[in-house]
């Protein structure tokens, strides 16, 4: 099962500095069909203007991935971490029992980032945040972890959670394939460029939500850069 989910038709919101499309019910966006997909619980596209983002502001008992496409975001929270986050790289943060962060974008052009959340296996424990650079070229033609918690994954960022997010980067033409396991939900975007996904034609920032489909076979149509989480 493959359902598409067109860009055009997700949610929105405009706050001026920031232009949202929300793949499931966030804020002031809500829809019962889209409450998530398995531990899957927020998938947003971000445009941040240059110069502005995120007040200082409380998580709690939630695995926060941020992917940036275009241009950089910086972070700053109370546990004294700092750091900066440019396009094509990730950054985790495990709330746990409570974190207060700020997330800014200090570039001089806009920036693009997909915010994803993913529900923790258990409540509590200490927050934590990380990042790490992942060159695209690394993942050339093939799919490689970028934040997981399986513990075979070990060169991705840790998360708290059965789950894992990969990333693809395909030339036209070029097929990656990805084995999901029964009972397993995947949600897939291309950040950028068209792809088919087992027959199904994605375009750039498109949604598909999959499940029991053994193997995803993603065809990219033109140059793309994939994204997919695979959760419990």
């Not at 995947?186 to 598909?208: E, F, K």
Request: glycine fraction near 12%; proline fraction near 6%.
């Amino acid at each position: 099962m493959i359902e598409r989910r067109r860009f055009e038709a997700l949610g929105n919101a405009d706050h001026g500095w920031l232009r949202a499309r929300h793949h499931f019910s966030f804020a002031g966006y809500r829809d019962p069909a889209r409450m998530g997909w398995g531990a899957l619980r927020v998938w947003n596209d971000d445009e941040i203007a240059p110069s502005s983002g995120f007040a200082p502001h409380p998580h709690a008992d939630m695995e926060i991935v941020t992917y940036v496409t275009e241009g950089a975001i910086t972070h700053e929270d109370d546990l004294g971490n700092r750091g900066r986050t440019e396009a094509g790289d990730v950054q985790v943060m495990s709330a746990g029992t409570g974190i207060r962060h700020a997330e800014h974008n200090r570039e001089p052009g806009t920036t693009r980032l997909f915010q994803i959340w993913i529900e923790p296996a258990q409540r509590g424990g200490r927050p934590a945040w990380g990042t790490r650079p992942f060159p695209k070229g690394d993942r050339a033609g093939r799919f490689v972890a970028l934040a997981s918690g399986r513990p075979e994954d070990g060169d991705a960022l840790p998360i708290r959670t059965d789950a894992r997010v990969v990333g693809a980067t395909l030339r036209a033409g070029e097929s990656a394939e990805y084995a999901l396991e029964p009972g397993r939900h995947a949600y897939l975007v291309p950040a950028a460029g068209a792809v088919d996904v087992n027959g199904v034609r994605l375009a750039a920032r498109d949604g598909a939500a999959i499940r029991d489909e053994a193997v995803l076979r993603v065809t990219a149509l033109e140059d793309a850069e994939v994204l997919l989480v695979d959760a419990a």
